[in-house]
């Protein structure tokens, strides 16, 4: 983050933000831009196709049109045709409980089992927020059901699907099972407690999360990350980091045979034509059942096709408890699950003691192989079905949850398409595992996606077992789905003892302990899992797998990696050898106007649209603090949210095609995030909870091409007359190798094409490559006009596969100026500044006439500062730059002007109106060149303060989290500022020069206006 000003408090995720930062180090390898050998394109005859600019409302009509086609393109795929079982369960669904939090008469536990107290009726899945700060609370939902004993030979159980955090569970007031973690199933065997009539009482004990709360010290033993599926309440419940509870899934009673099947697993073996059943049969007596036997079939499950017919196995003993038998069976001629063919199948498994049905399970799976290739370096590369891939996807934090505990699956279908819709291939189910119907849906969808164990930050010391234990849990409730690729172990992982809670968490050394132990517990479970350890690492490397960063450096300004370096095609510190993921990345954009008029409080709006309104008015929303690093401040709500939209579009596609021209290391990617589960809940998503997309879920779309052409180039303005180099690159996201394509490249305006190239080239397959450089001589300008470089990439015959804009702006080269004006240096850097204008100035002298004098050294300033001031007050203009001996001020007279951090924004604002009068388009001061790094560098240096002093370039103070909604808007820092003194004026100027004057035809007019004196007179008149 850049500092601007002395801001307070940052919200928790920027405030982590602004503290972790990338370490060289052992295990770490720095990784510069890609090295490549320039080829530049030739001269062409035909020219690129024009690209059409569609509107965001035909966007939106053609999102609709497009959706319902992804519909009917996998309906077929949502049938089923295994053929109903002869043999059910019998089951009956708890749903309606009263519900009450534990108080202080609780001690007396009999008061809870009988039901008194005042409780309110509640409908199961029920899930809800603290009781007055977020964090730890005890609750009791409360039920009555009949059930009678169960006949002879079967047993009831008591199955709960998910219990968010610990439960303790009793039955006519016998308490028969506790359970710890919030995603997995668990089951107790009610039988001996049953009567005709029957009480259920679940105790629920809700705790702090390990990471703390809302970024305090205050933590405790919960394995919870920073999601839930919120609740709908819009303070704490739409924002649903807050360490929420309940039962939030089903609960039903269950009778099973004494000899039951416990769970199925279907490990697929596609290269060797084959596949392993793993069967869990659990026995409930004390003793050995002998003589039984598993059959197994296989079912073509969403299509028409050919299974396996029965397979017998005979059993020789069950022990009490779980047995578990596996068997290896031959399946030629299967058909394989991907994304585009998500075929699965269905095992059923039945299980007799002679010609006695005692129990039948059915799962289904998919025949499909992924893995990560270990052996060649950089280790790391992928592979769906013995083919390279390259994960595309998005984060997803609760609204699938939402969707099913809705019961609205119409929902969760249309919200994995909309994925699909925009080129994704996976969902980074974020930070926890979530309800099995999810993952059901995206196995007939074919979405792949990663599992996360909730953990975030740190991981207790005291925990280190439950985190293991939850670990195999997590890999049971996941294993059989093919839609499932990766799961991680703990997001953003920080250094404990910098944050003074070594004494409560692991340090890293400790933490690869707990990763070495959580892998083989999941191998146990499913030896082909592939894990990445950590999601964001901000302590690596780690010493297994495939490593991961996070990356916000358009948003949380310069997180991990200034946007500059990025985008030359650097990337922070990675582990060495090893390629990587990117698993979060992104920038906020408010919700549309409708959204938050039908959905938000109406305290958080303004009373009428043209009122002075700030964003800090819905809660936890960022753009008020974030912004003013990226784009000046509006102060009217449509303005922001058209600002903050625009902005967050623009992110979206440079950040991703940052990544993608990076697919030689970062093999997966993730933006945060795609679909908003609540109004305000996560702005950053590219979707609201309405499922109206924004802007930038088509920048993201248009960026996720599979295949597709990308121009890149480190500057976006230049003179008439100058030539600009453009990179055009290569992305491919396919598994498919494209060969005798044509590449063209056009520099046109809206009427006129001014020059024409083009090169052949070949894509490989999932990869991306430099495919050479286009010189681009810019036409002439009166003023300043936009041009743009579009590119076609032609197969070879000669059809468009894909198009890309890359705009530039040109100005005309102005005259020199400065003629007649007298200008005199004092220091270096003001010499220098003075050449790199080409304006003639001397150094100063006792005595010396001047109309304007630039200084940078104070020590030079300080022998001639009484003559100077005189000089000031009488009219003359004096412009000062940091300080190049050191000072953190300059005194003027009895003036002192102090310097303020404001360094490595890569934007700063403008007034309406420039020095001289003119306008200036207000992202002017952004993405400035610089010649000397030959990329985009941060443009500010420092920032001035004293009383009078007028800001003309300025970024903005950050207010602290939490601030009160103000209509005053942020204080704004001088960067450039202007001081009248007498008749003249000091101006102070912030800006780095060095490297980026001559380059920057804005940063030229503003200086050679400065140093010229031409806009002295409109300066004096604001």
């Known amino acids: 983050m850049a500092e601007t000003g002395k801001p307070g408090p940052a919200d928790p995720f920027a405030e982590i933000a602004l503290r972790e930062h990338p370490m060289a180090g052992e295990g770490l390898e720095s990784v510069g831009p890609r090295p490549w050998k320039k080829r530049m394109f030739l001269p062409g005859k035909e020219a690129a196709v024009r690209l059409p600019v569609a509107e965001y409302e035909d966007q939106l009509e053609t999102f609709k049109e497009e ?64 009781t007055k700060e977020k964090g730890r609370w005890t609750g009791y939902y409360r039920t009555t059901f009949k059930c009678p004993q169960p006949p002879a030979g079967k ?83 739409w924002h649903h980091c807050p360490p929420g509870a309940g039962i939030y899934n089903r609960i039903y009673v269950e009778e099973r045979s004494e000899l039951h099947i416990q769970d199925v697993f279907v490990r697929p073996l596609p290269d060797e034509d084959n596949f392993e059943a793993w069967v869990d049969v659990t026995n409930t ?60 199948y269905t095992l059923r498994v039945s299980l007799h003691s002679g010609e006695r049905l005692l129990d039948e399970s059915d799962r289904r799976f998919g ?79 074919g979405m792949l996606n ?77 030896p082909d899992r ?80 043209t009122d002075p309104w700030m964003p800090n008015a819905i809660v936890d929303a960022q753009s008020y603090a974030l912004h003013g690093d990226w784009y000046p401040e509006p102060n009217r709500i449509e303005d922001w949210i058209r600002e903050s939209q625009s902005y967050q579009a623009h992110v979206t596609r440079l950040m991703t095609d940052t990544i993608r021209r990076r697919s030689d290391r970062i093999v997966q990617s993730a933006i945060h995030l795609l679909i908003d589960a609540w109004p305000s809940g996560w702005m950053k998503a590219l979707v609201g909870v309405d499922r109206i997309p924004k802007p930038a879920y088509f920048a993201y779309r248009e960026s996720l091409e599979p295949i597709r052409v990308n121009l890149r180039g480190d500057r976006w303005r230049a003179y008439a007359g100058e030539s600009i180099e453009l990179e055009a690159w290569l992305l491919n996201d396919s598994a498919e190798e494209v060969n005798g394509a044509r590449l063209l490249v056009t520099l046109r305006d809206k009427t006129t094409d001014y020059a024409t190239y083009e090169q052949a080239v070949n894509l490989e397959a999932a990869s991306s490559n430099y495919a050479g450089s286009v010189s681009l001589r810019m036409p002439q300008a009166a003023g300043r006009k936009r041009v743009y470089a579009e590119a076609s990439l032609l197969d070879a015959s000669g059809q468009l596969i894909n198009g890309e804009r890359f705009e530039l702006e040109v100005f005309e080269k102005a ?130 303060r004293t009383e009078g002093l007028v800001p003309l ?31 003249g004026r000091a101006v102070f100027i912030g800006l780095l020069l060095q490297g980026r004057l001559g380059v920057n035809p804005p940063l030229d007019r503003l200086i050679a206006g400065i140093l010229t004196g031409v806009r002295r007179e409109a300066d004096a008149n604001r």
């Not at 204008?837 to 030079?860: C, H, I, N, Q, W």
């Open 67 to 130: 959706l319902e086609r992804l519909r009917k393109q996998y309906r077929p795929y949502l049938r089923r045709f295994t053929p109903e079982s002869g043999f059910a369960r019998p089951r009956h669904d708890l749903k309606r409980f009263d519900f009450r939090y534990e108080n202080e008469q609780d001690g007396d536990f009999s008061r809870v089992l009988s039901g008194q107290g005042e409780w309110e009726q509640v409908e199961v899945p029920d899930f809800r927020g603290p």
């Open 155 to 237: 047993r009831a159980f008591l199955v709960f699907k998910g219990v968010d955090y610990k439960a303790a569970v009793y039955v006519n007031g016998k308490c028969v099972g506790t359970h710890e973690g919030f995603f997995a199933p668990f089951e107790f065997d009610i039988s001996s407690v049953l009567r005709d009539e029957n009480v259920l009482v679940v105790e629920v004990h809700n705790d702090y999360p390990m990471m703390g709360v809302g970024g305090t010290r205050l933590d405790g033993d919960k394995m919870y990350a920073a999601t839930g599926p919120g609740w709908d309440e819009p303070v704490y419940g």
């Open 285 to 344: 007596t004390g003793g050995l059942l002998e003589n039984a036997e598993l059959r197994l079939q296989v079912f073509a499950d969403n299509f028409t096709g050919e299974g396996l017919d029965v397979m017998s196995f005979p059993v020789a003993y069950a022990g009490p408890g779980q047995n578990n038998y596996r068997y290896k069976i031959a399946f030629p001629g299967f058909r394989r699950w991907d994304l585009e063919n998500p075929n699965l």
């Open 367 to 445: 025949m499909r192989s992924f893995r990560m290739d270990e052996t060649e370096e950089p280790k790391g590369t992928l592979y769906l079905n013995n083919r390279p891939i390259l994960l595309r996807g998005a984060n997803e934090m609760g609204h699938l949850q939402q969707c099913v505990m809705q019961d609205d699956y119409d929902q969760l279908v249309d919200d994995i398409l909309i994925a699909k819709l925009a080129n994704l291939n996976f969902y980074r189910l974020t930070q926890r595992p979530v309800q099995e119907e999810i993952y059901d849906y995206m196995d007939r969808l």
């Open 450 to 526: 990663q599992c996360d164990l909730p953990a975030f930050g740190y991981i207790r010391r005291s925990q280190f077992c439950e985190a293991v234990r939850q670990s195999a849990e997590m890999e049971r409730l996941v294993r059989s789905h093919p839609c499932v690729i990766l799961v991680s172990l703990i997001n953003e992982p920080s250094r404990p003892a910098k944050r003074g809670k070594g004494h409560r968490h692991l340090y890293r050394g400790e933490m690869e302990a707990f990763f070495t132990a959580a892998r083989q517990a999941i191998y146990i479970e499913n």
């Open 530 to 609: 592939i894990v990445k350890n950590a999601d964001g690492d901000y302590d690596p490397p780690t010493s297994e797998g495939l490593s991961d960063f996070h990356c916000y450096t358009m948003w949380y300004t310069n997180h991990m990696i200034p946007f500059g370096e990025l985008y030359k095609g650097g990337l922070p510190p990675l582990k060495t050898g090893w390629k990587t993921g990117c698993g979060e990345y992104g920038s906020e954009g408010l919700d549309r106007l409708p959204l938050m008029q039908s959905r938000y409080p109406k305290e958080w709006l303004p009373e009428k649209l």
């Open 815 to 944: 005259a020199p100026a400065g003629e007649g004006v007298r200008i005199a240096h004092l220091g270096a850097q003001a010499q220098q500044v003075c050449r790199d204008m080409g304006l003639k100035s001397r150094p100063y002298s006792a005595g010396d006439e001047f109309d304007t004098l630039l200084v940078s050294s104070s020590e030079g300033f300080r022998v001639h500062e009484p003559e100077v001031s005189r000089k000031i007050k009488a009219g003359a203009q004096v412009a000062f730059l940091a300080d190049e001996d050191g000072s953190a001020s300059w005194l003027v007279g009895e003036v002192e002007v102090h310097r303020e951090k404001a360094g490595g924004v890569f934007t700063v604002s403008c007034q309406a109106a420039d020095p001289g009068g003119e306008g200036w388009d207000s992202l002017d001061f952004r993405y400035f060149y610089n010649r000397t790094t030959d990329r985009i560098e941060p443009l500010a240096g420092c920032a001035w």
């Open 953 to 983: 370039l300025y970024t903005y103070g950050k207010p602290p989290h939490g601030s009160r909604p103000t209509v005053e808007g942020k204080p704004k820092l001088a960067v450039v500022g202007s001081l009248e003194l007498g008749q």
